[in-house]
């Protein structure tokens, strides 16, 4: 692994969970995954929400990194069942780089009685950029992140996850998203937004980028879960967001040809530089915890596909390479950056 200081004046950097990541030696990487997930209120939730066993994580890690992969961006937020230093752990042994996400996700994922209810906008805009200035908290799915019982981990977070359902789009106390958007303002980090449809991503979208965020600084995710509405998708591109696109090897949706023929068709419409891609793993995808797929999914079986279905080798490598490496740094846009 090669890790740099950033120098004054320098441009953006990769934050991984041990340290800056030159962006041009970030190397394959998916850009939507769940590496862990210590079992709690998320489990409860659904079942599949729990992978805490280090083994079977550090065996999918290894055969992603045996087949060239070179980086994944663990997309747990802090709260809900993100293991820091199991993540920190797992990018040693394994030589993958790993970026880690503050933020929050969505409510349902927490109790009732949880601090991330109660927090107002300012100290969570000042929890999210701290975890990316100073280091990632361990501990908050049971205790408040500025308790003095908290350990504030030197792993730094290196984008801020957030969460947007149709409940909460009719929510007027929008602080969790301003929080985040003063966050990805103050430190130059990316926005990774989870949404449920092009009408959350466009609501979600507009709401960041009047909040000050640039729009290449916005990442929606799963718009190609229903295959509708490419619209909205091809808008958001040509604003300058990216889309990360992760339902994959996620038949209880739509089978990998419908998935490539949509990716194509953004490609057809000159949409290269705005596409990531992902497998949104879970217990049920991880081959390792005796799920279906596994981490090397995207290289053995989709990869392959989308290029016999028309999608170019330059365009595999926009997604899996060049395109993370611009999306995920941090630092340039930012008021402070990252030192």
């Given amino acids: 692994m090669r890790f740099c200081e950033r120098e004054e004046g320098e441009g953006p950097l990769i934050q991984t969970v041990l340290g800056h990541v030159n962006p041009h030696d970030l190397g394959i990487c998916h850009s939507h995954e769940h590496l862990f997930l210590a079992k709690g209120h998320p489990h409860k939730v659904h079942p599949d929400l729990w992978m805490d066993d280090y083994a079977r994580t550090v065996q999918e890690l290894t055969e992603f990194r045996n087949a060239g992969g070179m980086a994944v961006v663990d997309a747990q937020p802090l709260g809900c069942g993100r293991m820091e230093r199991e993540l920190v752990n797992a990018s040693l042994d394994t030589g993958v780089h790993v970026i880690a996400s503050t933020g929050f996700h969505k409510l349902a994922f927490y109790p009732d009685d ?39 981990l030197d792993a730094r977070a290196g984008l801020i996850k957030t969460a ?66 490419p619209e909205v998708s091809r808008e958001l591109a040509r604003r300058g967001i990216y889309l990360e696109y992760d339902t994959i090897g996620r038949f209880k949706y739509h089978d990998d040809e419908s998935e490539a023929r949509w990716i194509v068709s953004m490609l057809e419409h000159g949409l290269e530089d705005r596409l990531l891609l992902g497998l949104d793993t879970t217990r049920t995808r991880m081959k390792a915890y005796g799920g279906e797929i596994g981490l090397t999914y995207l290289h053995d079986q989709f990869l392959p596909l989308l290029l016999a279905m028309g999608a170019g080798k330059e365009n595999i490598r926009k997604m899996m390479v060049d395109n993370p490496a611009q999306a995920f740094a941090v630092g340039l846009q930012g008021r402070r950056g990252l030192a």
């Fill in 114 to 152: 949880h601090w991330i209810r109660s927090l107002n906008e300012e100290r969570l805009a000042e929890l999210f950029a701290d975890e990316l200035i100073h280091g990632m908290r361990a501990g908050t799915d049971r205790d408040h992140p500025f308790g003095e019982q908290v350990q504030q």
């Fill in 164 to 229: 947007v359902d149709a409940e909460r789009m009719a929510d007027s106390d929008k602080r969790w998203f301003l929080a985040a958007a003063a966050a990805a303002v103050e430190t130059g980090a990316s926005l990774m937004c989870h949404t449920e449809g092009p009408e959350q991503a466009l609501w979600l979208s507009d709401l960041y980028e009047k909040a000050g965020v640039p729009p290449q600084k916005l990442i929606m995710c799963h718009l190609d879960r229903v295959l509708t509405k």
